[in-house]
């Protein structure tokens, strides 16, 4: 299918809307994509058709509902090319993936072992893992990363060493943009047999994925961010690793046998999934996915680079304007500063615009000391973004710096 981004964004209803009397320009996606019709008519079929609980009916209703969350895990699978669909977890976001598998691995981490992750982590890969060594005694290390908001790469080797448990990383920065080599930091991890995580909130809309090249361990998306809806999360996990860790949550579904004294577990994927799933959820995100493929991931990341690239040098112009992150290998997040200027002001002058951008400093606190910033304004693109709304940012940012300088 050819890109054409007005013929995207008409499964975009909510894009053509008024905010402030002026043309909604959305450019918040690194926070939240916004959903096409064909997520919202397969969420709005399972409740007008065949919503029930799955797994426990012998009913038709609840057939039809387990199926199709079972087609869901198998298309995730597909997407990811994960070994098999066992592998794929249904969790609550990338949140809940990352605190289940901190949490699983209490009794494997011990005193004297590590836990790397990087300088530019989402809080949500940080605090689980801090929560994982205080309950353990194991030190939490970081790579670090320069002033373009790259990993100072020559440091691998010393940060993660033989007592490394786990490296947990992200892809790619949601503030930054920056693009991590997922490959060289894996075989490091790898040359002193441990364990790894790679955050995908901000790739998996944009870039593709294939879990079994990399010989990644565990690998998480949140659905919200790829067109689909809230509250739903994939954990990807070698089957050996889901096999080795504690489950994270008990409850029905999950288990084998119970009695009132003991309990077992169910296999893989139940081990991991306690109590009714999110299964508009799984059933929307697999329509998101759908979606996502049909357009193809390369168009539209292709797309999205050249929104990035036009809207970088348009903005050099602004006064006082300086990029925070201006690594080589970059997605399509554009996070800045004007000097002289809060961030939070410019955000409620371009809303009063009817431009969303997001401000502050994105759930990277360490980010922010780094660079000693409060925070920055982030415009973050999707593949229903056009050149047209940058030029309105352009405008927005331009005519809002002149009411605050
Ligand atoms: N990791 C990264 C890199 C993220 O960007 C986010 C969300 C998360 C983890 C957490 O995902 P969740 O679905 O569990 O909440 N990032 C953002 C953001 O940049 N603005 O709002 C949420």
Not at 85 to 111: M, P
Request: glycine share 8%; with cysteine; aromatic share 8%.
């Amino acid at each position: 299918m050819a890109f054409d981004v007005h013929d995207i964004r008409e499964q975009f209803p909510i894009l053509n809307q008024k905010v402030h009397g002026k043309p909604l320009v959305y450019f918040d996606n690194a926070a939240t994509a916004q959903k096409p019709i064909a997520v919202i008519k397969a969420i709005s079929d399972y409740y007008l058709n065949y919503n029930a609980n799955v797994h426990r009916g012998v009913h038709t209703l609840s057939q039809r509902a387990t199926d199709a969350m079972e087609s869901v895990r198998e298309q995730v699978r597909a997407h990811l090319n994960a070994a098999e669909a066992a592998e794929i977890i249904f969790t609550r976001g990338i949140t809940d993936s990352i605190n289940a598998i901190a949490y699983g691995l209490s009794n494997t981490v011990q005193k004297g072992q590590n836990v790397v992750i990087t300088a530019m982590e989402h809080h949500s890969n940080i605090v689980p893992w801090q929560m994982l060594c205080e309950r353990t005694g194991a030190e939490l290390r970081h790579l670090p990363m320069d002033e373009h908001g790259e990993l100072i790469l020559d440091r691998l080797e010393v940060v993660i060493d033989q007592n490394t448990a786990i490296v947990a990383f992200n892809h790619i920065s949601n503030t930054l943009g920056t693009i991590n080599p997922v490959q060289k930091i894996i075989s490091q991890a790898k040359k002193v047999g441990a364990w790894t995580l790679v955050d995908g909130a901000q790739s998996g809309p944009h870039t593709i994925v294939d879990v079994q090249s990399w010989d990644v361990d565990f690998f998480t998306l949140s659905s919200h961010k790829m067109y689909g809806p809230t509250g739903l999360g994939i954990l990807y996990g070698k089957r050996e690793r889901l096999e080795a860790i504690a489950p994270y949550q008990g409850g029905g579904e999950m288990i084998s046998t119970v009695t009132l004294e003991k309990s077992t577990y169910a296999g893989l994927p139940h081990k991991f999934e306690a109590g009714t799933p999110h299964v508009e959820g799984i059933i929307g995100f697999g329509a998101a996915l759908k979606f996502i493929n049909e357009i193809g991931i390369e168009s539209i990341s292709a797309h999205e680079q050249s929104l990035l690239e036009y809207a970088t040098k348009q903005c050099s112009g602004i006064k006082g304007f300086r990029v925070i992150g201006n690594s080589k290998n970059k997605a399509s997040v554009l996070s800045f500063v004007i000097d002289g200027v809060h961030p939070y002001d410019l955000g409620v002058l371009l809303d009063q615009q009817g431009i969303a951008v997001r401000t502050g400093q994105h759930c990277t606190q360490p980010i922010m000391d780094a660079f000693c910033i409060e925070g920055t304004v982030r415009a973050s693109f999707a593949m229903y973004n056009t050149f047209e709304e940058i030029d309105s940012f352009i405008s927005g940012l331009k005519k809002a710096v002149s009411m605050l300088l």
